[in-house]
T-cell receptor, first 113, second 116 residues
Framework: NAGVTQTPKFQVLKTGQSMTLQCAQD?????MSWYRQDPGMGLRLIHY???????DQGEVPNGYNVSRSTTEDFPLRLLSAAPSQTSVYFC????????????FGSGTQLSVL | DQQVKQNSPSLSVQEGRISILNCDYT??????FLWYKKYPAEGPTFLIS?????DKNEDGRFTVFLNKSAKHLSLHIVPSQPGDSAVYFC???????????????FGQGTRLTINP
């Protein structure tokens, strides 16, 4: 079982560049979310979605866009990367009979120079 | 403003002894609490949870205790094993995460090292 798959695993960007972090899950989960992990800050919620076509902001949404056109995919877009967006990004989903469990991908390490 | 705090960045425990990881929260609306474990280069994985209607929940070597009046919870691991070496995150939700609440708030994490 693949679970939650994130690509790429590593990425280096220059300030002002744009990119999309991909996230896909094969568990038919309705809920998907993006977190960033920074030293001393823990995991902070960026955006989340409760189903196709429905998204909402989390704790730190500025500088990020999301969309949810299918149940499986939830991409995170950085339109103009900034050094403050250097972080490790995790995608997570939940649903079905294990509704309390948030299943995480393995993360994307992003550096913005 | 950190609503969920893990004030110990790191903890070192001898194999076979008890590990106690602590977590404090400030939001009195939080009613569901979870612990996640994270190994390097992997995503966090769910470990154990507790609802505010309970003060204790056990799962094998892992027990979570909740003190609502003190807004404090702790994770006990007994006995500690080398494979328990990881970063542990405490998380909290208002309006019952298990019933579909949408936001989890995480603490900063505590790095646990189990020494042979």
């Amino acid at each position: 079982n693949a679970g939650v798959t994130q690509t790429p695993k590593f990425q280096v960007l220059k300030t002002g560049q744009s990119m999309t972090l991909q996230c896909a899950q094969d568990m038919n989960h309705e809920y998907m979310s993006w977190y960033r992990q920074d030293p001393g800050m823990g995991l902070r919620l960026i955006h989340y979605s409760v189903g196709a076509g429905i998204t909402d902001q989390g704790e730190v949404p500025n500088g990020y866009n999301v969309s949810r056109s299918t149940t499986e995919d939830f991409p995170l877009r950085l339109l103009s990367a900034a050094p403050s967006q250097t972080s490790v990004y995790f995608c997570a989903s939940r649903g079905g009979s294990s509704n309390e469990k948030l299943f995480f991908g393995s993360g994307t390490q992003l550096s913005v120079l | 403003d950190q609503q969920v705090k893990q004030n110990s960045p790191s903890l070192s425990v001898q194999e076979g002894r008890i590990s106690i990881l602590n977590c404090d929260y400030t939001n009195s609306m939080f009613d569901y609490f979870l612990w996640y474990k994270k190994y390097p280069a992997e995503g966090p994985t769910f470990l154990i949870s507790i609802s505010s209607i309970k003060d204790k929940n056990e799962d094998g070597r892992f027990t979570v205790f909740l003190n609502k009046s003190a807004k404090h919870l702790s994770l006990h691991i007994v006995p500690s094993q080398p494979g328990d070496s990881a970063v542990y995150f405490c998380a909290a939700s208002a309006l019952s995460w298990a019933q579909g609440a949408q936001k989890l708030v995480f603490g900063q994490g505590t790095r646990l090292t189990i020494n042979p």
